[in-house]
C-alpha cells in the first residue's frame, strides 16, 4: 500500500489547492460560454490583444507555427509518446495513464462545448474553447505533477512549477493561435481553464481507482501460515 500511495499522481498535499483550482477554472469555463454564446464577433479584450498580435513579425508567425504543430496530432502524438514513456522508465505508471489520459479528456472537453456554446470565427468555425491550447495546457500540468511527485529537490518548487508549467504552456499556445488567426483571446483562456478543470479530476479518479484496487488486491491475498 506505501508503494502505491507512494505514486499519486495528486498527493494529498496538493488535492485540496488543485481541487480549488479546478472548480474555478470550470467557473471561468462557464462564464466566458455564457458570454460569448452563439457570437461570431471578438469581445471587448479580443480586440485589444488582437490588435497587439496584428503586429508580430513573419519570424514570429513561423514560431507561432511551430508551437501550434505541438497541439496537432503528430506533435501531440510525439509529446505524449515521450512523456509517457519517461513516466514508464521511472516506474510511474499513474503519472504514465495520467500524461495520455489527461490531455485526451481535455480536449474532448472542448469538442463537446464547442457545439454547446456555438461561437464561431471567420468562416463559420467553432471556435470556444480552444482545443490547442487545452492540450498544450493539459499536458505542461500532468508532466510537471509527474516531474514533482518523485521524491527529493521537485517537492520544495513543486507548486510553482505545477502552476507554472500550465500557464506557461498555455500562454504560448494561446499567443500562437491568435497569432495564426486561429481563436480569439478568449477562446483560448477558455481552453486553458478547461485543462485546469478536467485534468486534477482526472488525477483523482486515477489515484482513487488505482487505490481500491490496491486494497481489494490485498484483501483478496490469503493470509500466510502462521
Same mark, same amino acid.
Given at each position: 500500500? %506505501?508503494?502505491? $500511495?507512494?505514486?499519486?499522481?495528486?498527493?494529498?498535499?496538493?488535492?485540496a489547492w488543485l481541487g480549488l483550482v479546478a472548480v474555478l477554472a470550470a467557473l471561468v469555463v462557464v462564464?466566458?460560454?455564457?458570454?460569448?454564446?452563439?457570437?461570431s !464577433?471578438?469581445?471587448?479584450?479580443?480586440? $485589444?490583444?488582437? @490588435?497587439?498580435?496584428?503586429? %508580430?513579425g513573419p519570424a514570429w508567425r513561423d514560431v507561432a507555427l511551430g508551437v501550434d504543430f505541438l497541439g496537432e496530432p503528430g506533435g501531440a502524438a510525439l509529446l505524449?509518446?515521450?512523456?509517457?514513456?519517461?513516466?514508464?522508465?521511472? !516506474?510511474r505508471p499513474r503519472a504514465a495513464l495520467l500524461v495520455?489520459?489527461?490531455?485526451?479528456?481535455?480536449v474532448a472537453a %472542448?469538442?463537446?462545448?464547442?457545439p454547446l456554446v456555438g461561437r464561431t470565427i471567420h468562416d463559420g468555425s467553432l471556435s470556444f474553447p480552444s482545443g490547442h491550447t487545452a492540450f498544450l495546457t493539459a499536458f505542461a500540468l500532468a508532466v510537471a505533477l509527474l516531474a514533482t511527485g518523485r521524491t527529493g529537490p521537485g517537492r520544495a518548487y513543486?507548486?510553482?512549477l505545477v502552476l507554472g508549467a500550465p500557464t506557461a504552456a498555455g500562454a504560448a499556445m494561446g499567443w500562437a493561435q491568435v497569432v495564426?488567426? @486561429?481563436?480569439?483571446p478568449t477562446d483560448a483562456l477558455g481552453g486553458w481553464c478547461t485543462a485546469l478543470a478536467v485534468t486534477p479530476a482526472t488525477a483523482w479518479l486515477l489515484d482513487r481507482t488505482a487505490d481500491r484496487q490496491a486494497r481489494r488486491s490485498v484483501d483478496a491475498t490469503p493470509p500466510g501460515p502462521r
Open positions: 500500500m %506505501t508503494g502505491e $500511495r507512494g505514486s499519486a499522481v495528486l498527493p494529498q498535499g496538493r488535492r462564464a466566458l460560454a455564457g458570454l460569448y454564446a452563439g457570437g !464577433r471578438p469581445g471587448a479584450p479580443d480586440r $485589444r490583444i488582437g @490588435a497587439a498580435a496584428e503586429d %508580430t505524449v509518446a515521450a512523456a509517457a514513456a519517461g513516466a514508464l522508465v521511472v !516506474r495520455v489520459l489527461g490531455p485526451a479528456l481535455a %472542448t469538442k463537446l462545448l464547442k513543486g507548486p510553482a495564426l488567426g @486561429a481563436h480569439y
